[in-house]
């Protein structure tokens, strides 16, 4: 009896087949188009929003300051502007892996100038109120969802802990966090076939999801089983805890000129993070085939306008040409510079001199780009809220903070009716007690009398008083002050009042998300340490703008730890402590980055961390 060949082995074999031939050029393409992204296209969109900043009148933004420069005209068209201009790069890229690989799978290939000349045929797919969707689909939903379709100009994307840490921490928030990943898993599996039907099809955004959303209604679940097993191999691989490292202190998120430092000091991690680089990409595009391969087994109609090959040539070549010409002009400028030097005869008499000096200059500026000011401070563990030892806030998690050998436990004030400060983080005490009842509508003995819990965990609402008392001598303190609008008297007088009266200055640290708080304290209360705690920024933070902020450390949220951020920190003498991190890996990342302390939920975990990599650094 003659068998029949099973038509979805046949694509998997055909698929398999075509990314063995097609990985070379294409793996080629995907690191010359990272490198792009990474030194040129990112920095240019940097500097259009820094620009923007400049116009708006700030070097860099921090906090509700954000918001205040996306409403300025700068700000709106500097926004629109590097969108465009990122969702193109990000629609390029896709339409030359996919253009190549349905080429090739097709039996018809074309080489990889052929398949970037031909992606521009395409973009007639973005012409339409649709881009607007592929924008969040590409540069929002793909980097979240980071299942290997993220493009190189925006690779990752996550939720700030700050919202999604506070969410967790309560059941609803919990059940609301599920439901927004599960909507956007389905989202992402409803759009599967959105790029390739944008880019073979030349089907708009709004076209490409309908269509995307019925083939996978009408597929058989057995045609998708390799791409299921594909995307699996890459949540075991690469997604938390992941068995592949893909955070490397150092050499993710930073520059070039960090690189090259890591380079000679850290070769190790650079070799692990260009491996791990490698197999990425080289998954990136085995998904892409098996989409491609998924999309013509389902029906997927392809409609590509190759009469406008000669055309785009044309185009191309007129561009070079003007580029060259570019090019010569500055060159033909540059030996006339050059000539006009050499026959002087100042040079002709100095010019072992001059040569020497150029030397040390070029140096000098070398050494200034990978040098960067060492943390010189002592590292420190903080317990966020106390600790989750008790519940949040409460002197249980206070002592929990203690018994984990933290240098300071973290605490949050709000006054209360009657003006007490007392310790708490939410105005309103729904989340903690069960009661919809606000901090500024109870005095603090009514507060006292409220019983919060978490995490099958009981406890009291204390007063700042209450709380220095219990601390003294176990533990410092690092004070945030919050507002909630309803104050009667000043949070910043009513704090420094209480910790006066308790000759606790030398044991506490102050802080605020509140620059106008801050502000005041530096103002009234020079002798005080005070910090600026910071969830967001926008622009590059430099030496100038970090020390106009006059304040002595900085609180940076988790996705802000950057290498070249903490080095500017650190060069303007400002210590930075980092919020709120709960996994070992990262706590060691932040270190290595410079960070001076760790606010974490999980002190008796940072101990061990600090305390090993104050080992390390001392061997």
């Known amino acids: 009896?003659?068998?029949?060949?099973?038509?979805?082995?046949?694509?998997?074999?055909?698929?398999?087949?075509?990314?063995?031939?097609?990985?070379?050029?294409?793996?080629?393409?995907?690191?010359?188009y990272k490198l792009l992204c990474t030194l040129i296209f990112s920095p240019l969109l940097s500097a259009i929003m820094q620009g923007a900043l400049s116009l708006s009148g700030y070097e860099v933004a921090?906090?509700?300051?954000?918001?205040?420069?996306?409403?300025?005209i700068p700000g709106i068209i500097s926004a629109?502007?590097?969108?465009?201009?990122?969702g193109f790069l990000a629609y390029f890229e896709y339409a030359v892996l996919i253009l190549m690989i349905y080429y090739r799978y097709t039996g018809n290939p074309v080489s990889l100038a052929d398949s970037m000349k031909m992606a521009l045929?395409?973009?007639?797919?973005?012409?339409?109120?649709?881009?607007?969707?592929?924008?969040f689909y590409s540069l929002g939903l793909l980097p979240l969802i980071n299942l290997g379709f993220a493009p190189s100009i925006r690779p990752e994307g996550e939720i700030p802990n700050f919202i999604s840490g506070e969410l967790y921490k309560s059941f609803f928030g919990s059940v609301l966090m599920v439901v927004f990943y599960v909507i956007m898993y389905l989202l992402f599996f409803c759009a599967i076939f959105v790029l390739p039907s944008m880019v073979l099809r030349r089907r708009k955004f709004g076209n490409a999801f309908r269509f995307s959303l019925s083939l996978l209604l009408s597929m058989k679940l057995k045609n998708a089983i390799a791409?299921?097993?594909?995307?699996?191999?890459?949540?075991?691989?690469?997604?938390?805890?992941g068995i592949v490292p893909t955070y490397y202190a150092g050499i993710s998120d930073a520059s070039l000129a960090e690189i090259l430092g890591n380079f000679f000091f850290s070769w190790k991690s650079l070799l692990q993070f260009l491996l791990t680089e490698g197999l990425q990409i080289c998954l990136t595009i085995l998904l892409f085939t098996f989409l491609v391969a998924l999309y013509g087994i389902?029906?997927?109609?392809?409609?590509?306008?190759?009469?406008?090959?000669?055309?785009?040539?044309?185009?191309?070549?007129k561009t070079q040409g003007f580029a060259f010409k570019i090019y010569n002009g500055f060159r033909f400028l540059g030996q006339k510079i050059a000539s006009w030097v050499q026959r002087r005869a100042f040079y002709q008499k100095h010019k072992r001199p001059i040569w020497a000096i150029s030397g040390i200059l070029l140096f000098l500026v070398v050494f200034g780009i990978l040098h960067y000011q060492p943390n010189t401070y002592d590292h420190v563990v903080v317990g966020h809220r106390g600790s989750a030892y008790g519940v949040e806030n409460t002197l249980e998690a206070v002592q929990g903070a203690i018994d984990a050998k933290a240098d300071y436990a973290e605490i949050d004030i709000l006054l209360s009716k009657d003006g007490v400060p007392v310790v708490i983080h939410d105005e309103n005490l729904k989340r903690l007690s069960g009661e919809n009842v606000n901090v500024y509508d109870l005095t603090a003995a009514q507060l006292s009398k409220i019983s919060l819990s978490q995490n099958d965990m009981t406890g009291k609402i204390s007063t700042l008083n209450e709380v220095i008392d219990y601390s003294r001598g176990k533990i410092d303190l690092l004070i945030e002050l919050k507002l909630h609008g309803h104050e009667k008297k000043s949070l910043v007088d009513e704090v420094v009042k209480v910790v006066e009266q308790n000759h606790f200055q030398r044991n506490c640290e102050i802080m605020s998300l509140e620059y106008s708080l801050v502000e005041?304290?530096?103002?009234?209360?020079?002798?005080?340490?005070?910090?600026?705690?910071?969830?967001?920024?926008?622009?590059?933070?430099?030496?100038?703008?970090?020390?106009?902020?006059n304040v002595d450390f900085l609180i940076i949220e988790e996705s802000m730890a950057s290498n070249s951020f903490i080095a500017q920190c650190n060069q303007a003498w400002l210590p930075v402590y980092i919020w709120t991190v709960n996994q070992q890996q990262t706590m060691e990342s932040c270190l290595k980055m410079g960070a001076s302390g760790i606010i974490t939920d999980k002190p008796k975990d940072a101990r061990k961390v600090v305390n090993a990599f104050i080992r390390e650094s001392m061997q």
């Open 80 to 86: 629109i502007v590097i969108c465009v201009l990122a």
């Open 62 to 72: 921090f906090n509700n300051e954000i918001a205040g420069f996306y409403t300025t």
């Open 520 to 549: 005041e304290l530096k103002t009234n209360y020079p002798e005080y340490t005070v910090g600026y705690c910071v969830y967001g920024n926008l622009g590059q933070a430099r030496l100038n703008s970090l020390r106009q902020l």
């Open 227 to 241: 791409i299921i097993v594909l995307f699996l191999l890459w949540c075991v691989l690469f997604l938390y805890p």
């Open 121 to 135: 045929t395409t973009f007639k797919s973005l012409a339409s109120p649709g881009f607007i969707g592929f924008l």
């Open 1 to 32: 009896m003659k068998q029949l060949k099973s038509p979805v082995l046949t694509m998997i074999g055909t698929a398999l087949l075509s990314f063995i031939r097609i990985l070379p050029p294409l793996l080629f393409f995907e690191i010359i």
């Open 298 to 317: 389902c029906g997927g109609r392809v409609s590509l306008n190759e009469q406008a090959m000669p055309t785009i040539e044309r185009r191309l070549k």
